[in-house]
Each structure stands twice: as C-alpha cells, then as structure tokens.
C-alpha cells in the first residue's frame, strides 16, 4: 500500500455515514443495510446510528428495519468489555499498593 493510498483511508464508520447520506436508490440502501447488519463495527456506533434514522424517515417508514441493532449490540459490548478492562485495571493497582 502505497503512502498515498493510506491517507485516502479512511475509519469505516465515517465511510459508512457519508454512503448512508448519499444513497437514495433502493439498492444502495439495501446493499448499505447489508453491511450494517453484518460488519463488525470497532467504533463510531452512534454516528452511524444518527445517520441511518435521519435518512430512514428519507427513504419511507419502515425500510431497513433492524439495521440499527447490529451497532447498538456491538456498541453495548464494546462499553461491557472497556469496564471490565478499568475494573480489572483497579483491582491490579489496588493488588499492588
């Protein structure tokens, strides 16, 4: 990969949310609504979430039902794990004073 092609990368989530305001055909929403749905998502949740309702009322009630789910659940597990990291973190300094 090339310097260039590096800085031209960008996060997924910002990808993501910049496709979810552009797309306006029917495939591309449903294609979109496929990635949601099975991409592991590492940040960036509420972005993408905030996106897809404001561009669901766009598009008519209703489509792409379930699409936010996939990045609440990942959202919520990312929250449980970064608690269990601080908490154990705390148990180690507390072990060692």
Do not use: C, Y
């Amino acid at each position: 990969m090339t310097e260039q092609t590096a800085k031209q990368q960008r996060p997924f989530h910002e990808t993501i949310v910049d496709a979810i305001l552009e797309a306006s055909a029917p495939g591309e929403v449903a294609l979109l609504a496929k990635m949601i749905k099975e991409t592991k998502i590492p940040k960036g949740h509420d972005e993408i979430i905030v996106a897809w309702r404001h561009r669901q009322d766009d598009w008519g009630l209703g489509f792409g039902h379930g699409v936010v789910e996939n990045p609440l659940e990942q959202k919520r597990e990312a929250e449980r794990k970064e608690e269990e990291k601080k908490a154990k973190e705390q148990t180690a300094a507390t072990a060692t004073s």
